[in-house]
Structure formats: structure tokens, C-alpha cells
């Protein structure tokens, strides 16, 4: 296989935009065209799971490489629910490591504020087992309310954990133009004063308010190239040196221990395995927080921390910009944003960014592996990327 | 009804893109500028005229191709429209 590298990013604020979702994917990509200083590209991937049924688009990537004028470059639409846009980062590290491309244009994008929260939210919860779970009137968020409850009564965790989670992303968000929310939040004022519960009220027991993502509109977007393209554009070189997918049981109740994420496990193992670094060589990281319980149990199931301790890594500040491993230093979807189909490639391009040191104010010192997961359904189809930078 | 037909002028080359895109079709310049919107001339040159009658739908559609010459550049516009009154069997 060639090697594949990251030669041009760009993205729009995750936010409400009031644009055709074609036109959001291809504004990131013109970004990004622009950021690797080329004119074309040899294909074009296209990560979107809602333009359908939010937009009344289809064909979406057919419309958005004639929109940047990129034609007669192929062009595909890659749908895998909310881990859509590591699918297509991996469709686009095969189609340049086995040398059928030279040059590939990766976009995710999404427009869910087009309808409103309810439909957004019954939209995203059609991911789930339709006659196991979707039947019964489950909700994402509702999904993760069971699956805190069970974590904190076997490893401990507590509320204010998960404020935590908030808290430092929130943060970190401040630092990032592009972020959803740049909403500074104190743990006395969602958790601790006589107000807190008007702020941040329960929503799915035990899970409050600010333990949710919001729900977004956004594209991002990373060409990638193979290494006799790359060296030609004067950057710093970052390879996109491993990729690992895994999936588990559709229905969660299948699972031998419902608190493990087998498929974040394995896809982080075929990620580290194939890029030949190791979790505690990883310098920054960017991992799903769709909801503040999923950052810490997948700081744990990728092999950042044991089993169980995610949450002490957290109270110890490890997991903060300044910490040993700063983990959403974008403020990750929990503030950044989460437009699903393009949040996986929002992630890889927080991660790339970070590596060539071009982070501003939220850059991580001397970072040169970065690692992202992007967790699709309720943990049953996983996609992680691992980053290294060369030179 | 009086129709008007808009094009987008590029910035850049004075290309004038239809329908909206988001980069030239003619110059492919990467840096985001807006594009001018410029009615184009209401006459062109008819090229291809299809008309599409839908019987259980008691009505039909026509398919024009105008080339329609603006500013010295050549647009092929594609006009969809009901006629009126709907054709009946």
C-alpha cells in the first residue's frame, strides 16, 4: 500500500446555517482546495446521513462536485450514520494507498437545524434497532441515560464527572471559531448553586442538559494525496497511518456487557496496529462525546486509561489542553458541534491541524500523533483514524 | 407573467455561472468571492423544445433549451414550466 497523507483542510462554523446543505459541503471543500493549493482533484467522497430525509437532497455528492466544478471527477455519497465521515476518510485512504487515486477530496457535511429538535431527534434515533428499540420510542439521548446509569453504578462515576466533561470542552470550544458554542460554563452553575437545575435540567435521567451535544449544521472537509503530492505542497507532512472499523450487536441489549464498547476496542487496536504507535504514544486526541459519558468510556475502551479510570484521568486534569493527553481540545461535539455526517471528518481535521501546529490558542506543544473515534449508532459500527506527523 | 432569468457573474473572469455554483466553472478560482447576480437578456435562440404531457395528471411540462447570449458569454438555461390550461384527453 502507498502512504496517504493530509495535504488541505477547511470547514464552516458548526452552527444554524441557512444554506443548501450541497452548498455547506462545498464551501468546506473550496477551503480546502484552496488550503492545498490545487485546482482538481481525482475524486470526491461525500459524507451526509440526513440530506434525504432533512433536505430533500439526494445525490448529494453528485451535486456538490459539480458545484465546486470539479467534474468529470468521480463522486460518491458514503452513509454510515453519525460515523459517516471516518467512513469516507477511509474510502479515501484506500482509494490513494492502492494507488487507483492521486488525490482525494473527503467532505462531511450535514444540515439538521432545517427541521426542528423533535424531528432531529427522531432522525437520529432511527439508527437504532427499529423493532427492538426504535419501536419502543428510544432516543439517543435516552439510549445514553440507560447506559450512564449502568457505568456509574459499576466504576463509580458521578454527575460531577460529567459536568467536568462539559465544563473543560466548553472550554476548550472558546478557543475555536468554528465551534457551536462558545459558551463558557462553571461547575457551580450546572451542577453546584441553587440554580443549577434551571440551567441545566435532567433530559434523560441521569443525564442533564449540558450533557448532551447540540445539534448542528456544518462542513469539513480534508483532501488527501499520496506522498509525491504531498511533498510538493512545502506543509508539514501528516500521514493518515492507520484506520480501524469495528462494529457490534445492533440492539445494545445483545451485548455480553452492555458497558463495554467492543467496536471502539477493536477499531483502536486495528488504528494504533496499523499506523505502529501505541494509545500512550498518542499526544492529542478527539474522541465522540455526543454525550459527556462517551468521552470518558472511550478514553478508557482505545487505551488511553484502564478500564474504569477514565473519569480519574478527567478529575486529575490529563484530559485537558495543558494535561498529559488533551482530548477535544476543539471542544469536541459536546461544544464544538455535532452535524452528523461531518463530524468525523471535523474531528480528523481538529487532528491534522493540531499536528501541523497550527492550532492557535487551543494548540497542543510539540504534538505528533493524534488519534480520532467516531462512533456510529450506539456503538455498533466504529471508525478510528490515527495521525502521524512526519519530518 | 413576466419572467426574468438571473445569472452569477464571476468576480473573477466575468464568467457568468447557471445555475448558482460555488466555484467558476471557467476560471475555478479557490478564493471565496460573491458572485453578482446579472439579469440575463429575455431574448436567446430556441434550440430544443420537449414537451411532456402526464395524463393522470391532467397536465404537462415543457423542457426548453435557450442559448442565451449575456455579456459575451454563452448560457444553456434549462426552462421548466406548466402550460396552462391543462391538456385534457
Redesign the interface.
Known sequence: MREVYAIGLGITSFTRLEYPVA?IA??A???A??DAGI??VDHLYVANMGACRLNHQSGLASAVV????LTPAGAETIENGPASGASALKQGFMAVASGLHDVVMVIGAERMREVNNLEATDFVATLTHPLSEHIYGVTLPAMAGLFTRLYMEKYGVTERHLAMVAVKNHAHAMDNFFAHLHEPITLAGILDSPEALTNNPYIADPLRFYDACPVSDGGACIILASQEVARKQGKPLVRLAGVGQATDTHAVHEREEPTDLLAVRRAAEQAFRMAGVTPQDVHVAELHDAFTILEIVESEEVGFFPKGQGHLALERGETRLGGRLPINPSGGLKAKGHPVGATGVGQAHEIVLQLRGEAGNRQVKDARVGFTCNFGGFGNNVVCLTFVRED | MERQLYGYQCPKCGHINYPYRMRCRKCKETEYKDFTLVALPGKGHEREVLVLRFLALAAAHAVRVVDVAALGTLVSVELAFHLSPPVRR
Open positions: 452548498e462545498a464551501y471543500g473550496m477551503m482546495l484552496r485546482r482538481e459539480d458545484s465546486l466544478s
